[in-house]
């Protein structure tokens, strides 16, 4: 019996076919993979919330974003990072997903480290107190330091042995989601140590401050004490001029510090009195700490504090300052100002 055989043009027309019916394969492949890369992942939210850690691999990556509810399969999320070349640059950080994102979106946000971010404020004049207050409020913040102790904690940023009061800078501190509370106040005590440098440097000649701490404190009270911006320079003037006449300051915002808890909203007489270490009517010179954190305004005033030969000032009540030269002069206006026992003021 014979064996018919195949002529050589029919494996040629059937080798065309598979090679045709390959291509089409991977050409709808392909079709399907473009389109799945430009559609909507679906979220089994409306916002999906992930923090990657620096070290996470490429894979774990794409399964935390599964586990974290995005609908789709881990290891086509995988095979798209490395595919695209970007897998290695996927950064760190906390990120957040909302309807819409496609896969393309997703790996771009973590390429270009487009996180979700949270805000810190700090504001001037703010006691250690409130800035510890605020900080444990600061939403998704890690508090490593809430259990520490004022020591522990400043020693943990890298100051030990430092009081903690004054020494962080006021301004807004953005943060990534998770982050330790312990590295913004770090940011905030950096940026507070570049500021008071800076301003140290430029200082007037013959100021009666030793170094830039008494500077930091100096600033810490007229932020305390001034009412208008424009009044910070003669603030000044009249501390550095006290100072160097070894007047006490007799700033009433350090008498309230050191009374702490013990303050009842209105200072009275007996307070004045009451000796404390940031008592400035009973004691000369500045306190041995800040009283408040100064913003850079002020520690600009203390350090170039406006000439003047005065050596008392009042508040008006409208949140501007009487300044005078003698102790009769003041007298009159705290009758003015302070005590609504009005007379007529003196010539300039």
């Known amino acids: 019996m014979s064996q018919r055989q195949v002529q050589p043009g029919a494996w040629r027309r059937a080798g065309k076919y598979a090679i045709v019916l390959l291509l089409v394969a991977l050409a709808l492949a392909a079709a399907g993979v473009a389109a799945w890369l430009h559609s909507a992942l679906p979220l089994a939210s409306p916002r999906v919330e992930l923090s990657i850690e620096p070290g996470t691999s490429p894979r774990e990556v794409a399964q935390a974003w599964v586990d974290a509810g995005v609908r ?8 798209w990072f490395r595919w695209s070349g970007l897998a290695r640059r996927i950064r760190a950080g906390s ?9 393309r979106g997703l790996l771009a946000k973590m390429v270009q480290g487009d996180e979700t971010l949270e805000r810190l404020r700090l504001i001037e004049g703010w006691t250690w107190s409130q800035c510890r207050a605020a900080l444990a409020r600061s939403p998704r913040m ?5 259990t520490l102790s004022d020591a522990e904690l400043m020693a943990a940023i890298g100051l030990p042995g430092v009081a903690p009061e004054g020494r962080f800078f006021p ?15 770090r940011r905030a005590a950096q ?8 301003v140290w440097a430029e200082r007037s000649a013959d100021l009666p401050l030793r170094d830039a701490s008494e500077a930091l404190t100096l600033a810490s009270i007229i932020e305390k004490e001034t009412g208008q911006a424009g009044e910070r320079g003669l603030v000044a003037g009249v501390f550095i001029n006290r100072l160097r006449l070894g007047m006490p300051l007799q700033t009433d915002p350090s008498v309230v510090y050191g009374l702490g808890t013990g303050f009842s909203g209105r200072l009275r007489s007996r307070d004045l009195r009451a000796d404390t270490p940031f008592n400035t009517y009973t004691r ?23 000439a003047t030969r005065a050596l008392y000032f009042v508040a008006r009540g409208d949140g501007s300052s009487a300044f005078s030269n003698d ?22």
Request: aromatic content about 6%; hydrophobic content about 40%.
């Open 191 to 198: 940026a507070m140590q570049q500021r008071l440098a800076a």
């Open 284 to 306: 000369s010179g500045l306190p041995p700490t800040p009283i408040a954190m100064p913003g850079l305004a002020a520690l600009r005033a203390a350090v170039k504090p406006e």
């Open 171 to 185: 301004d807004t501190y953005v943060y990534s989601r998770g982050v330790s509370d312990l590295t913004v106040l």
């Open 142 to 146: 890690q508090q490593t330091g809430a």
């Open 95 to 103: 990120y957040a997903l909302e309807a819409g994102i496609t896969p």
């Open 72 to 79: 789709a399969p881990s290891w086509a999320l995988y095979h």
């Open 327 to 348: 102790l009769a002069t003041h007298n009159r206006a705290v009758n003015q100002y302070q005590r609504n026992n009005p007379r007529p003021s003196p010539p300039p």
